[in-house]
């Protein structure tokens, strides 16, 4: 099974699954399974901090050992939980990213998300850890950017000023969180600046977990399962 929460044997599907290390444990009938535990990374930050356009370039300069996602593509009806935090959500990527890790590449989500949204999922046992980055901006060129957007993503004055807070409350506890979340402003910086900054971020963090030596050129793991 490419879903690591269904039991290749019985077929049973865990709410919460039982790891160990790098090897999975079916609660039903016993089966021990192993598994690529990878670390994953989230691009966060409040909307209009520059996620959606460094995001596309981070891909590019990192295309051939990581995958980097877009989380907004799941943000569609059934997934849209009216429940703080989204929980149904939140567990829909965990799940998918652990499965896209099976293959031995990385995944790089790009999305607003704070820890507490992940780390309390069942999923979170799947990933090795979660880092985080949040790009931000101060509140001025945040309200112009968010205003100047589409009329189709519907930034209204109350959305803004929601989403203000929302940045006022990231960055006031950013590095109080568990984990901790760096922050890097580009309010006044360049574009290539954050990219520069994103890849430097994900390329110093992977170079530290015990599977970043094991990834090739093709971008897949040589470890053995």
């Known amino acids: ?118 780390e309390t999922r069942p999923e979170r046992v799947l990933f090795s850890g979660i880092h985080y980055l949040a790009l931000v901006g101060d509140e001025a060129t945040l309200r112009r950017r968010l205003l100047a957007r589409p009329a189709w993503r519907e930034w209204s004055e109350p959305r803004v000023a929601e989403m203000l807070e929302f940045a006022t409350w990231l960055r006031d506890t950013a590095a109080t969180m568990e984990p901790p979340v ?13 990219v520069d900054h994103a890849e430097r971020w994900v390329l110093g963090r992977w170079a530290a977990h015990p599977s970043s030596g094991q990834v090739g050129p093709s971008g897949l793991s040589s470890q053995k399962l």
């Open 1 to 118: 099974m490419l879903d690591l929460k269904i039991c290749p044997v019985c077929g049973d599907r865990a709410e919460w699954p039982v790891v160990a290390d790098d090897v999975l444990s079916c609660a039903r009938c016993g089966h021990r399974w192993p598994f690529r535990r990878l670390p994953l990374f989230a691009l966060t930050g409040p909307s209009g901090a520059g996620k959606s356009t460094v995001g596309p370039l981070l891909a590019k300069r990192l295309a051939d050992r990581f995958v980097v996602l877009e989380q907004d593509v799941l943000w569609t009806a059934g997934l849209r939980d009216d429940v703080d935090g989204h929980p149904g959500f939140r567990s829909a990527w965990l799940r998918l990213a652990a499965m896209i890790h099976q293959s031995g590449r990385p995944v790089v989500l790009c999305g607003t998300v704070a820890p507490p949204e992940f």
């Open 182 to 194: 760096e922050v890097f402003d580009t309010t006044a910086e360049p574009i290539e600046a954050a």
